[in-house]
């Protein structure tokens, strides 16, 4: 045995088994773990503050029903996606980072067009476009793209909203992955 040898075994039987190889002690992992936690159902709710802010804001007739939904969307972990009439993102919900790879900060400005790659079915984004252009809610199933490229499958319902005086003034966009497998 050389002395680096018997080095590491003196330094291996003085140290707790927590302190080697950067293990943690069992309470402090718990902890972590906690205060993770804590930390996403915080941003969790600031999330859904800041829709009921922006509900507010634009004064959206939304029913109890829609408002739930959308609210049930948000914790779910599905994507919502706002873009004024001109189909501009004005926000997204975190989980669009999750899902496409594309922070919110990226795509403010831009239509949600820079998801569709040429596999994209134009025939249904076609008709999607007439039914929003007559305020009418779409349901979806298309493939888009994440920032990498990488293709999947999702499920989007999109519903014009309306503010307390009846005028449309945006769209709402819900979507959700489809794990399936994709040729």
């Given amino acids: 045995m050389n002395v680096s040898d018997s080095y590491i075994e003196l330094l291996n039987r003085t140290l707790r088994p927590s302190q080697q190889e950067g293990c943690r002690p069992f309470p402090v992992a718990c902890l972590e773990i906690t205060l993770l936690e804590e930390a996403q159902r915080r941003a969790r709710d600031r999330e859904k503050e800041l829709f009921e802010r922006l509900c507010r ?27 004024d009439l001109s189909k501009c993102i004005l926000w997204t919900s975190r ?17 949600p067009g820079l998801l569709e790659g040429d596999d994209t079915n134009q025939q249904t984004m076609r008709k999607a476009s007439e ?32 503010n ?15 794990k399936e497998r994709l040729n």
């Fill in 95 to 111: 989980n669009f980072l999750t899902l496409t790879g594309y922070t919110s900060a990226e795509v403010l400005g831009k239509t």
């Fill in 131 to 162: 039914q929003l252009n007559q305020a009418k809610s779409v349901g979806l199933t298309m493939r888009n793209h994440r920032k990498n490229g990488e293709p999947y499958m999702c499920r989007i319902a999109i519903d014009p909203l309306r």
């Fill in 57 to 83: 804001i634009f004064d959206w007739k939304l029913t109890r029903q829609q408002r739930r939904y959308y609210l049930k969307s948000l914790t779910g972990g599905q994507t919502l996606v706002l873009t």
């Fill in 164 to 178: 307390s005086q009846g005028e449309m003034t945006h769209f709402l966009a819900v979507e959700q992955e489809i």
